[in-house]
């Protein structure tokens, strides 16, 4: 992280790149960070200019998880069980595992504010409606040809109504869910939109950011944009590779003091391992890893009916990982409204299965909604400063 760049900085800056024939596509004011088409005559003169501080070439990203595609997941579906088809709602084991329902007397995350970053979601009854002024990014942000932000934000948010499931925050409000689409049509991440997404959420103080995508490329220009964020005062929610490759670092998860969350199964033992149903997809490990959450689920799907991730669609990944933990964070985020967002996530971590301690696999292990939501007595100690030997 470095420290904040102001205003009248980055609007020198930026004057100076274009009267020196620098051709300036795009700023992220939030980070101080432009996208920019340079000569190349200009290289040397641009590196050591008192105000630019790194210039690298736009990365060609590589996502690590493939989206769904609406026509694939249909051919997929092909005389595969659809489930709960009568009208009534259940509670999924996913959900029940990091423990929200006995949260839910206490918080459904009713002042939460969250952003998901991804393939986007499409309209769908057992879903929140997201408005569209709250859709932005790529065309077709609300109205995706991809079913992964569905899935997670079914995991996150499905209402507690008569029809599907139940998400992790069945409360929060519609209005307060902003879905940014940094995927084209045909499923490959776009850089700039990406960029443009984190630098949306930096400007409105986007508490909680939920990143459906992960990949292997190191970039100064992401790097900029997620420490900005968490300088803000936000915390970036992320999941790990999905080839259990111990200890190799992918992004943004790879970024420090971002949640970066790993895979487990329904008996709670981490999904690093062969999974019957998930293919060759299996959970990363490492000793970067805070937590880790159900690595498939049952979540919704078009008409208020549900279906198991594994079985149906053969999608098992740590998106679906992460969206859990994100949940977790809206209820906290609704109980304890005066915490900084830090403050919450450690909180969630002390809190989870592990008790505070770590391990490669699960690090603080599977966070625990009701735990969380338990406010840390304050004790204070009062009397002798100093006793003598022998004494108590």
């Known amino acids: 992280m470095r420290s904040p760049v102001s205003r009248a900085s980055t609007r020198a800056a930026v004057e100076r790149l274009s009267a020196n024939g620098v051709e300036v596509l795009q700023l992220f004011g939030g980070a101080a960070l432009a996208l920019v088409r340079v000569p190349r005559a200009l290289f040397t003169a641009m590196r050591s200019d008192s105000l630019v501080d790194f210039i690298e070439p736009v990365p060609r990203l590589r996502s690590a998880t493939q989206p769904i595609a609406m026509d694939a997941a249909m051919s997929l579906r092909v005389g595969a069980p659809t489930m709960n088809s009568g009208g009534s709602q259940v509670t999924p084991w996913n959900v029940s595992l990091v423990n929200a329902p006995s949260a839910w007397y206490q918080s459904t995350g009713s002042a939460a504010r969250i952003m998901l970053l991804g393939t986007g979601v499409f309209p769908a009854s057992d879903n929140p409606a997201i408005p569209g002024g709250n859709c932005a990014g790529y065309d077709n942000a609300c109205n995706s040809n991809f079913l992964d932000g569905n899935f997670q934000l079914g995991i996150l948010a499905a209402r507690d109504n008569t029809v599907g499931v139940v998400g992790v925050a069945p409360g929060i409000p519609a209005s307060n869910i902003f879905v940014w689409r940094m995927f084209d049509q045909w499923g490959y991440p776009d850089v700039a939109l990406y960029y443009a997404g984190l630098n949306s959420a930096i400007e409105q103080s986007m508490p909680i950011v939920l990143v459906g995508f992960v990949h292997d490329s190191q970039c100064a220009g992401e790097a900029t944009l997620v420490g900005a964020l968490i300088a803000n005062g936000s915390v970036i929610v992320a999941p790990v590779g999905d080839r259990a490759i111990a200890d190799t670092l992918l992004y943004p998860a790879g970024f420090a003091d971002v949640v970066a969350v790993a895979g487990v199964r329904e008996d709670g033992s981490s999904a690093s ?120």
Do not use: E
Not at 278 to 291: D, E, K, M
Not at 309 to 317: D, F, L, N
Not at 327 to 344: C, E, N, Q, V
């Open 273 to 392: 391992g062969s999974i019957s149903g998930c293919g060759a997809n299996r959970s990363q490990v490492g000793t970067f890893v805070p937590l880790a959450g159900p690595f498939y689920a049952y979540t919704t799907r078009y008409s208020g009916t549900y279906d198991d991730t594994r079985a149906t669609y053969g999608y098992c990944s740590n998106v679906l990982a992460a969206a859990h933990m994100a949940g977790i964070l809206a209820l906290a985020r609704t109980t304890f409204p005066t915490w900084s967002m830090a403050g919450i996530v450690n909180h969630v971590y002390l809190t989870a299965s592990n008790g505070g301690s770590t391990t490669t696999s699960l690090g603080y292990g599977i966070p625990n909604g009701c735990s969380a939501l338990q406010n840390p007595l304050t004790v204070v100690v009062s009397g002798p400063s100093q006793l003598k030997s022998g004494g108590t």
